[in-house]
């Protein structure tokens, strides 16, 4: 479910393996296809979020970064990704 946050590991392959983990008891994980990005997408906009980039491809990040983007009630971008094709 996460792609990106702000803090730094010294281990990302452990520290991946740590939070799927970790998360997985609360439904928390790796967005699995571009649908749930559009779902994701729908939901937020449904509980107030403001679009900042709907679900769609992103190839400058690479060809099969598909995400989408919304602003929170608090200002900050919150997206959702699928590496898929």
């Known amino acids: 479910m996460f792609d990106h946050i702000g ?3 010294s281990d990302y392959a452990a520290s991946k393996a740590f939070f799927l983990k ?3 008891p609360l439904g928390y ?3 699995n ?3 749930e990005v559009e779902e994701f997408y729908r939901a937020a906009l449904e509980a107030g979020g403001e679009d ?3 679900p769609g491809l992103r190839p400058h990040y690479h060809p099969n970064y598909y995400g ?3 602003i929170g009630p608090d200002g900050h971008n919150v997206e959702a990704v699928c590496h898929k094709p």
Do not use: D, E, I, T
């Open 22 to 24: 970790a998360l997985q």
């Open 52 to 54: 900042n980039g709907p």
């Open 7 to 9: 803090f730094g590991v």
């Open 33 to 35: 296809s571009r649908k």
């Open 29 to 31: 994980g790796v967005a």
């Open 68 to 70: 989408a983007f919304v």
